[in-house]
């Protein structure tokens, strides 16, 4: 990524590219996110909107974002193959949405099956680099700590299936706790969305 007054035509080790944007709901908003500083230097946007949610930007080869060459040649074109990883800086102003990704086979089978929703047939390894302060939730607490939350807040257990509670009260071994925990979660991204606002409203109201 540069500006396309960056470097000379003349040069040769440095090959300026024109990354992709995308204005996802959670992106920050105009000049104060980084994505859109980055865009306008890099010139693929005359101007920052003030209230557009500049969200990801993408350097590689993906199909739904590719870079390009400033002659417009494609990225994947001038190396000759597709990137076997994607660069992203993101600029996040709210919580973004929670993500399960598949290893290799799995990404392969899901993106045969169901293309439209399983873009690629890539699995999706992440490393995060924190440009400015970050914090990042990864994994699950454990069943001990799910368990007190569960008696603690109804309105969150009201979203839990009764069998998906029994199985976290019963599990005692790491078997039976990481089935659990799958039935938990299941049972709990599966909840209506009437009955999730509903409570959501009402545990903030307590």
């Known amino acids: 990524m ?3 007054a960056t470097y000379s035509t003349s040069g040769k080790n440095v090959v300026p590219l024109r990354p992709s ?12 996110s980084r994505v859109a500083r980055y865009a306008l230097e890099s010139g693929i946007i005359d101007e920052v909107d003030p209230d557009a949610p500049y969200a990801e930007l993408w350097i590689g080869t993906h199909s739904k974002g590719p870079s ?31 993500q399960a990704h598949p290893d290799k086979a799995g990404a392969e089978v899901l993106h045969a099956n169901n293309p439209s929703a399983y873009g690629d047939a890539n699995h999706k390894p992440e490393l995060a680099v924190a440009l400015t302060p970050f914090e990042a939730m990864c994994g699950f607490r454990r069943l001990e700590e799910v368990e007190v939350l ?3 807040h109804p309105e969150f257990a009201a979203c839990i299936s009764e069998d998906a509670q029994l199985a976290v009260f019963m599990s ?4 039976t706790q990481r089935a659990a925990l799958q039935e938990l979660f ?18 903030l109201q307590r």
């Open 2 to 4: 540069a500006s396309l």
């Open 21 to 32: 944007v995308k204005d996802y709901a959670w992106g920050i908003r105009g000049l104060d």
């Open 68 to 98: 390009t060459l400033r002659n417009g040649t494609t990225l994947e074109d001038a190396v000759g193959a597709p990137l076997p990883f994607l660069f992203k800086v993101l600029s996040a102003g709210k919580a973004l949405s929670i």
């Open 150 to 152: 569960l008696k603690r």
């Open 172 to 175: 005692r071994d790491n078997e």
């Open 186 to 203: 299941s049972s709990f991204m599966s909840c209506p969305e009437d009955v999730s606002s509903k409570q959501l409203k009402i545990l």
